[in-house]
């Protein structure tokens, strides 16, 4: 067997150097994408925005999963609502704007003017008398499920999702430290990014590739630093470790903020990569938190939203400016150099020679991710 | 049951509120798409152009249907003839220039120069020899069927079509009093729209949608005033009431022009709606006629032609150039009103969650065009 | 039978009009697109670039043939390799410039530093160990079969490709009075083309079409010279004659050049014409050589490399300057006029109307073309 253990502050890790990759139709088959947006994008928990985005009542953020929009708003009582974008009388649109605010406390169809509550419920439908073929309530607009975990809002688009707690057992309590919920949006970049979203998450989940890729972000945490603590299911990631004490991911080394609330001990020299299975990557750093939302729009095609949170005082400090600029900075350098090898071997998979590659020991835990997608499609590859 | 019956004028309307829309794979599907074409657009006779387009010997006007680019013309007899845009010798597009005349009597191949006269027969095939494999009889160009209606030009491009006075006998007679022959295109406008055919006609032949989405029209023409004096088969269409005296569809809705011809009575105050199935929507109105030419090119995009119709003299009178404005500046104003709400009604159509939608009573002839569409494709929808 | 024979010079010519020409949607169809993919440009000979491009070891150019990309390069024995472009680790692109020098002598993805030698052997896997799932000599890059013929290198995708000397048995000997391997690009233009490239193919194998499309090609070589001398298989092609005494395909129609190495006799007044199928077209000069390398991008879609060579001493004498680009100039010119038919008929046969079309006696190679198609697809047309 080609299998060998190194030891790295006491844990062991096996070295499986040749487990094979995806075939490389999974990266650019239109049918396997359309069964992905099928049996992942509309089954699982999708993140889909901060519950500051929509903070007030009648706030609302529109968000895109293939061909459905959601309108995530929060209705009278507060309580968030993710209802589908599609008025029950002739399938119009109801709201085109990316995000803003229902101030009439209402939804009107701009077709026919029917009206619907922030809870989703038909209030009106002018000229329509309730009958035996037409009734209000068979008319309120579907919705999908919400959960709102430490801020981050996810929907699941499944008429019978299973519940977020199980799905998403590793990251119940997890980061609590973080108190996440607190922070706000400091900065966002959108990147339109021509790859497979699992090229992404792939991407994101191995450092074998940093040396040659981000020789930067390399210096502050070095290759053999990195260690896994969540290997199974929807939520696998680990840590690497800062060489710098009150280090963190910024052009020059330094924190660029005090201490995220109560993180403490070890969690103030080590970056956390968690991916949230499918669609958000997690970075908890000891001074603020980086993650990347990731919208397919094909095979090849995805939108990434790249977010930096910091505390709100931070924020509010115009001294701080200079800082949160250096971490900006910092990940949209690394994140390019990603984008890059990213989308080169989106081009690359395509050819016929290609069959399947090989994971590095380094890379194992890409090989947890590939099985998640087959077992999420019902597939089942000859290994 | 939800059926009720209003009377207005002496006519009873049975309000049947709740009959349920075609399902949203209608205005999405590839396939939809393709059956549309082969079985309504290649079968059906189809609205071409105003015979005033083609008005001398030669001149000609290309009409695009789908994949058969049509070239239509006058024979040296004054006939009007829609030659298959494509050589008989090896498939070349004849012509390119999307309007013109042929000066020189006949039409010439740009490759090998076969020469066609404008009946279509192949005068000249440079070096060939007639034989056993070629005789130019059997290489004249492909016809479609022609029917000038009131000048009006249809064409058909099944090789054996229904007759046009049989398919269209709702039409035969109708609107005489406007002798629309002899109307001249005052002004066109050209639209390019993201949204399926039949939500055009959809959106047409109901005014459910009026006093949102038009809050001017539906001041000259109140809502309640509709009515339908035409609901079956191909041509379908009805009138609402002019609430000015010596009124008509403009931006202070008085009248552009004295009333057109023969027209009188009633049809002084009556703007009338026709959908004259599939691809034309005419609106006389009593000083002018307005219509719709629909181009699908695909099951989310279409062309849509907007002609001004007016008598002859009064476009030739320079002081009524200002009252031809107001009434396109209406109508361009009432048009882009309703395409916003159509390509919303195309993206939200999309999602899984829309099935099928209600009809209102009001909108209870959208049932019959529904009906009209599936009874062409053969299909059959639990109702 | 409608048969006939015309006597020039001593050859006798069948006049075979009428016969058919292939169905529309061999040039729309993408299933069979995809088919001769699969069956013509993934099995074949296939040009890709001239000798002198990548003359120096370590001097790479990117070839593209559908979803293939091919790194042609000269590795440190100097031997022309054809390797897949296409990291055997996880399937990385390993090069994105389309042509440069691997300095190194070494080919680095530049994901995880795999790297490769000129032969494509993986050298280094940085951290990879060997064992039983994983070996260096199982990860070398796919290669190409290459074949050197007159400084055109072609390459062959095929994993048993048949051998080239007996694929191209007519091109053996042929033109080594031109010493093409000495000659040099002295100009490219690339052409984005809107049609199959069986069109072009089909449009460069005769001249039927030339009095009407090329009145000055008409003048230099009228149509009635257009002899063939070869018939047969891949390689097809024919002649025309010079009307002037040192003349050529120029402008003015002179010479731009003295003769090529030991051209002489009969093939100073003579333009051959040569169809190296699927890719190339040869068309040798008395004083310099043209040739059009042709990439299809999609059924209606090619991008149509054209170069012009000469003698290195004529390139490189400031004098000649003009007299090249008076050939240029010619060609381009030429080449237009081609472009804009085969574009035209491109769109013509895309109707249903268009069933087969009908070849004249001038035209008859062209149905030799078409037949070499439907051998290499395996199909079989009533005629």
Known sequence: MGEKKFTKRGVDYPIVDGTRTLPGKYYHSREIYQEEVEKIFYKFWIYACRAEEIENVGDY????????????????????????????????????????????????????????????????????????????????????????????????????PVPFEEHMEALMGKFSDWKMAELRIAHHIRYDLNCNWKLILQNYQECYHCPGVHPLLSEWTPVQSAQHDAEKGAVIGGFMDLTKERGSMTMDGEAAAPPVCDVSGDDLQRIYYYSIFPNLLLTPHPDFVLFHHITPEGPGKIINDCYWLFRPEVIADPKAKERIKSAVDFWDLTNRQDWQVCEQMQIGTKSKRFTRGYYSGREDILHQLDNEVLKALGHNLAD
């Open 61 to 160: 953020k529109l968000i895109q999963v293939e061909d459905e929009s959601i309108i995530l708003t929060r209705d009278k009582e507060g309580k968030i609502r993710a209802l589908f974008n599609v008025c029950s009388h002739r399938g119009t649109q109801l709201c085109t704007e990316p995000s803003g605010n229902f101030n009439s406390g209402s939804i009107q169809c701009p077709y026919h003017a029917w009206t619907y509550n922030l809870a989703g419920d038909l209030i009106a439908a002018p000229l329509m008398k309730e009958g035996d073929r037409f009734n209000k309530k068979a008319c309120s607009l579907p919705q999908a499920s919400v959960y709102n975990w430490e801020g981050f809002v996810f929907i699941n688009l499944d008429e019978n």
